[in-house]
């Protein structure tokens, strides 16, 4: 579909031969709005980032964002701690699509 290569192509523009890639780039990358990044709000249509996680199995941290949104926080959970059953209130936008987003893509 459109919006997998669109992300895939910014995946790749942003990561291609680059060194030295932060945690904090990530997560910028992560939350930026598509087009112009990875984030999606359109859940009424059935598509939308419910979280973005960044992963570092060195420190042993997940980080979590919530529903793709700043406002909601970042928060570390770590591997070796055990989960404790809590709940969160997190934000949500909703969104529209721009047409064509869901067009089918033809594999090159």
């Known amino acids: 579909m459109t919006h997998s290569a669109i992300r895939y192509q910014y995946i790749k523009e942003e990561l ?3 060194k030295n890639i932060t945690k904090e780039r990530l997560k910028e990358m992560l939350l930026s709005k598509y087009p112009d990044g990875l984030c ?3 859940y009424e249509e059935f598509f939308g980032t419910t979280k973005s996680m ?3 199995p060195a420190d042993g941290t997940i980080d ?3 529903g793709g ?3 909601n926080g970042w928060h570390t959970y770590f591997i070796t701690k055990p989960l404790y059953n809590e709940t969160q209130t ?3 936008n ?3 699509a721009m047409p064509g987003t869901y067009d089918w893509q033809p594999m090159d």
């Open 16 to 18: 291609t031969n680059k």
């Open 40 to 42: 999606c709000h359109y």
């Open 54 to 56: 960044v992963i570092s």
């Open 64 to 66: 979590i964002c919530w």
């Open 69 to 71: 949104r700043k406002e």
């Open 90 to 92: 997190a934000e949500l």
């Open 94 to 96: 909703l969104e529209r």
